[in-house]
């Protein structure tokens, strides 16, 4: 997938609406777009770069939380949860920004290795 093109946006919906229960009002300000934008796409349209690098990025810390919490139930409700380490955001909002990202993705690792943070 290159993400300089966008995402599909059938893509997007599968997983931010499917497995994350965020309607595209819920996850426009986390992707930096509008929820016009994002309800306007046809499925077969991509969404805009900067919502594809988000949601992206959701996924790889998504993955790596299913292998860590075991399941898809334990992954989703930790990164929804508010995180002392991000100041109190979720994860899911941190992912808003490229070194929000990479700190969601150390932090799953410190837990991975157990230095829980």
């Known amino acids: 997938m290159k993400v300089f093109k966008g995402m599909p946006k059938n893509e997007y919906n599968s997983f931010i609406h499917v497995i994350f229960k965020?309607?595209?009002?819920?996850?426009?300000?986390?992707?930096?777009?509008?929820?016009?934008?994002?309800?306007?796409?046809k499925p077969d349209q991509n969404i805009p770069q900067q919502a594809a690098e988000v949601t992206?990025?959701?996924m790889r810390a998504y993955e790596k939380a299913k292998?860590?919490?075991?399941?898809?139930?334990?992954a989703v409700k930790w990164l929804k949860s508010p995180n002392n380490v991000l100041g109190g955001i979720t994860p899911v909002q941190a992912m808003s920004s490229r070194f929000g990202a990479e700190e969601v993705m150390d932090i799953l690792g410190r837990i991975e290795y157990g230095v829980f943070s």
């Open 22 to 41: 965020y309607t595209d009002k819920d996850f426009a300000g986390i992707a930096g777009t509008s929820a016009r934008t994002l309800s306007r796409l």
């Open 67 to 74: 292998e860590i919490f075991g399941s898809q139930e334990n």
């Open 56 to 58: 992206i990025s959701l």
